[in-house]
């Protein structure tokens, strides 16, 4: 899960290279590197993050180039692993995304063939690769080449003499920009932004080849047309505008994002299969698998539509035996584990319909149908407003299928979650950036608001979490509680107010403090509990959209006490194109 820029056109192809990595650093950024065709191939490379400025590229005046941003696979993060890889003579450059799982074997008999490999990685058997079959025209080299790969890339080859990008998809996401005399080629639409709203999603299997007047795609030997669509992102959108962190700035979007979303998002592919067929199997990973959580509370409870959440991860190892509509949540598109769980779906004959947020990302296309949600790019690598842009299209449905039972929630929840962004959270800070471990814990669907506060708390600020069916501690958690271990309590009005308050007695008992999340006003829970944070408005589906806003503050503000790094939280990625 790494991210690629290429670039074909009339400027200096370096700078905008690595500023097109910058906004793909997301997707991994242990190391990264750029290489540039001029008279010959420059390589630049090191490990570690992009730095504000590289003087050692002002050399490389190509205006053709590639460059990548590493999340390791094979081989630590070092300046040698680092992307770009060349061939033995350095006259070929590769950067890819992807894995090649039969690189070993290649690379013995490549090295047996003469070849001297430097890296770890298995990109490099690429370029060795391309080295054997080159004969002077790229394509063809990179046509052969490709033959010989298992597994998924997507890549970019430039080689001295031949004044093109070559690239090559397979199940690794790849864009191409269509702009005024140059053309550009990237993981995500977001570093072609700047530069033209034309783009191209190539296909599996294609080879492309890039120049400043274009591309043109090859499938199977022959010439294919792939339709242009026009991006309705803009470059703001891939900008901080001045607030600190992606992350926070994302949060604040988020009444934007509900209106938006909930009123433009189409259920329909959906909507006339569950009236076909109501019965409804959610696969989906991380926050997205926390939406579909949620997703079985609306359908249950509004459309009497009976729902099963699994894991992606899970589902392709032990299919169970669904013959109803499949549906994968999955903001990037891009989830290895959620396109492994659409593909068991489709081999079981089930319908399949995506709920994602880029258009023409991977999901999309192996899915019958696709939803999409209105989130705009998201950059910070914990997800908040693509949750909320689950939500408001699961919410829709809701509404579709339960005869208008949620339209005045939907037509309100955007100004409740305005409200809730006011929300002073400092003392439920304060307490948290003193623990070792915090427990959340709800009921019904504040259990899921729960798991999905947990994680944005450990994601971001390194502090041991753990979302609870408020019911479950007591089974065994709470041999756990101490004074340093918090619990954060979501106890809202409705059938489970009562036990939440009794749970909650329960936790003080134990020696535990709680961080309460009631709603305004109440004062038997604010008694109750040693910190009390409140959430505005008496909806109470509108009630799970403003506990999890407050959530996603309450783990942002704890993790900036804690001077983590926000956006780039270690060891993570975006997007995780990897099993
Ligand atoms: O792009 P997806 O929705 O498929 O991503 C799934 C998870 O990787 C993602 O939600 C992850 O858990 C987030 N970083 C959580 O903030």
Redesign the pocket.
């Known amino acids: 899960m790494c991210g690629i820029v290429g670039y074909a056109g009339r400027r200096r192809a370096a700078p905008l290279i690595i500023d097109g990595l910058r906004r793909l650093e997301y997707r991994g950024y242990d190391s990264f590197g750029v290489a540039t065709l001029g008279s010959h191939v420059e390589v630049y490379k090191r490990c570690g993050r992009i730095p504000a400025s590289i003087p050692d590229t002002r050399s490389m005046k190509g205006t053709l180039g590639i460059g990548h941003t590493r999340w390791a696979t094979h081989g630590a993060p070092s300046d040698v692993n680092a992307h770009p890889h060349t061939d033995c003579t350095g006259r070929i450059a590769v950067v890819h995304n992807g894995i090649i799982e039969n690189y070993a074997s290649l690379r013995k008999k490549l090295e047996r063939r003469g070849h001297s490999f430097r890296s770890e990685t298995d990109t490099e058997v690429i370029a060795h690769l391309i080295e054997e079959n080159y004969a002077g025209d790229l394509v063809k080299a990179v046509q052969e080449s490709v033959k010989s790969l298992d597994g998924s890339y997507a890549l970019l080859a430039i080689a001295e003499g031949d004044r093109r990008i070559v690239a090559a998809r397979n199940a690794s996401p790849l864009v191409l920009g269509l702009g005024d005399g140059e053309t550009l080629a990237a993981s995500d639409m977001t570093p072609l932004l700047e530069y033209t709203e034309r783009v191209v999603f190539p296909e599996d299997g294609d080879i492309i080849s890039i120049t400043p007047q274009g591309a043109e795609i090859l499938n199977q030997g022959k010439p294919v047309e792939r339709p242009v669509e026009l991006v309705n992102w803009c470059v703001d959108d891939v900008k901080k505008g001045g607030f600190e962190h992606y992350m926070l700035k994302e949060i604040f979007e988020q009444p934007r994002v509900f209106y938006e979303t909930a009123r433009a998002a189409d259920p329909a592919p959906l909507v006339d299969l569950l009236r076909v067929t109501p019965a409804l199997t959610i696969v989906?990973?991380?926050?997205?698998?926390?939406a579909g959580l949620i997703a079985r509370y609306l359908l249950e409870e509004c459309a009497g539509i009976p729902v099963r959440v699994d894991h992606?991860s899970e589902f392709r190892y032990s299919i169970p035996p669904v013959r109803n509509p499949v549906l994968a949540?999955?903001?990037?598109?891009?989830?290895a584990?959620?396109l492994w769980a659409v593909r068991a779906a489709r081999s079981r004959n089930c319908p399949t319909v995506a709920l994602?947020?880029v258009v023409g990302s991977s999901v999309t296309r192996l899915a019958d149908a696709a939803i999409y949600t209105r989130a705009g790019p998201e950059v910070g690598?914990?997800?908040?407003k693509?949750?909320i842009a689950q939500l408001a299209v699961f919410m829709a449905l809701a509404d579709r299928l339960g005869g208008g039972s949620l339209a005045g929630s939907i037509a309100t929840a955007h100004l409740s979650i305005g409200d809730l962004l006011q929300q002073d959270v400092e003392e439920a800070v304060a307490v948290c950036g003193r623990a070792r471990s915090i427990f959340f814990v709800g009921r019904g669907p504040f259990y899921p608001v729960a798991l999905e506060g947990a994680?944005?708390m450990k994601?971001i600020s390194y502090i041991h979490a753990e979302g609870y069916a408020a019911g479950e501690l007591k089974h065994g958690p709470f041999a756990l509680l101490t004074p340093e271990t918090p619990v954060v309590a979501i106890c809202l009005p409705g059938p489970t107010y009562r036990v939440m308050i009794s749970n909650i007695k329960e936790i003080k008992a134990r020696g535990a403090q709680v961080i309460g999340i009631g709603l305004a006003g109440d004062g038997e829970l604010a008694d109750v509990v040693d910190v009390f944070l409140t959430i505005p408005g008496e909806d109470p589906w509108v009630h799970i959209l403003t506990a999890s806003v407050l959530l996603q503050l309450l783990a942002y503000h704890t993790a900036r006490s804690l001077k983590t790094d926000i956006d780039r939280p270690r060891n993570?990625a975006?997007?995780?194109t990897v099993e």
Not at 284 to 290: E, K, L, V
Not at 381 to 384: D, K
């Open positions: 989906a990973c991380g926050t997205s698998y926390h992606a949540v999955t903001q990037s598109g891009e989830t584990d959620t994602t947020n690598v914990a997800a908040t693509s949750f994680l944005k994601e993570l975006k997007s995780v």
